[in-house]
DNA sequence: CGGCGGGCAATG
DNA sequence: CATTGCCCGCCG
């Protein structure tokens, strides 16, 4: 009898604990709440255009389960068809750089301005045997803040966990070491790509990319260029594609027009 | 080789 | 939630 009194005790406890954590998570994020508050829907790029070069943002097709997400250091176009990004913007610079040395906070959560039926949560990547992998990477992020927001889950894609951690990584601080270097503002958008056979993780179907991409453009040398990865094992850092190549095999121009033009 | 940066899971 | 220990790959 003790015993089945001392199980509910700890299930009943084990609940409260879920729920604190839920809302200890979105308490430590009030830069969401502001938003959200202000706006009264989920935010806009209208409100952050600074994540785009020529401050637009590239155009997608219209569907109904696509949201605009600004944060603070990045901005994300997310599907609730997938649970995960479409594409994530930043605007990076030697500064942010340098400023990008946070102590790495490791706290996902699911992202409390998405509907339910359109988030990604933290049970389905539990035991996927995938890894969360960020588009903006945490290391990145210039201010305690943008750190702890990186760790969004609607800032990730179910990753091979030896992709995230080699290939991919090592895509990420090449990138960030060019950027070290760079005179101006350099645009990143990275993203994944899916099939129609693309798996799905968890109960509720996050997409697991086939493909990933990491667009680069330095503004003021007039370069760009792309990285484009397979989502698998021994995947290897290949030579970057161009950009009229990355939008050949994603069908998106991320870039205005002009700008491509005037392209070196 | 050790340090670092990308993660994971178990425990209180 | 926080803490801890662990894995792995890359780099100098």
Redesign the pocket.
Known sequence: MKQTTLWARMLRLTAI?AL???S??NA?LPVFEALDSASGHPTRFAQCPQFFVDGKPPAIPASPKLRELCYEAFAILHSGETRTPVYVAQRLNRQTIEDA?EK?A????ADARLPRGERAELED??????????MA????MPTPTAMAQSFSLAN?VP?D??H???????I???TRRYIRRAKGDVFVITGPVFTPESPRIGNNGVGVPAYLFKLVYDQHDNRAWAHWQENR?GE??GRPITYEELVKRTGVEFLPRLVVSQLN
């Open positions: 604990l604190t954590v839920t200890a998570a430590r040395d790495r490791t706290k996902f959560f990547y539990k035991r996927s045997g995938y890894s969360r992998g960020h990477p945490a290391g990145d990730m990753q966990i030896q995230n951690g080699g290939a991919w990584a090592k990420e601080q090449d094992e290897r850092v």
